[in-house]
């Protein structure tokens, strides 16, 4: 079993930035594929960035120009960096690990297996 804990969500004006983590803890399959998604009531689950053991990132087209994603492996920890925020990232964001290390190209929810509580994050408009 494999437990994700986001942390750094909240409120933010548009054009702000805020990084968000997540901590894994538990089985080996932490060394495989760490990804954030996002979430509205309703909707289904948005992917936005990936990260391998060695680093290679994937990113959404909506995001790449503004989202950095980064990974510390010594401390089991994947990080969201998002700058220039506007209303419409407004949403919970959750951290999600691969059982099957399918790799960073594997956008769907389904090809994630753990996932955390998420952290929200707010932009008024």
């Known amino acids: 079993q494999v437990q994700l804990m986001e942390s750094g969500g909240g409120l933010v004006q548009a054009g702000g930035s805020l990084r968000l983590s997540c901590v894994a803890s538990?089985?080996?399959?932490?060394?495989?594929?760490l990804a954030w998604f996002r979430q509205l009531p309703g909707r289904e689950r948005e992917f936005l960035a990936a990260?391998?053991?060695?680093?290679?990132?994937y990113y959404a087209d909506s995001v790449k120009d503004r989202f950095t994603i980064s990974r510390d492996n010594a401390k089991n920890t994947v990080y969201l960096q998002m700058n220039s925020l506007k209303s419409e990232d407004t949403a919970v964001y959750l951290c999600?690990?691969?059982?099957?290390?399918?790799?960073?190209?594997?956008?769907?929810?389904?090809?994630?297996?753990?996932w955390g509580q998420g952290t929200r994050v707010t932009v008024p408009s």
């Open positions: 999600a690990a691969q059982h099957t290390n399918y790799g960073i190209y594997y956008t769907t929810a389904a090809s994630y297996y753990y």
């Open positions: 538990g089985r080996a399959e932490i060394s495989n594929v």
């Open positions: 990260i391998n053991w060695s680093k290679d990132a």
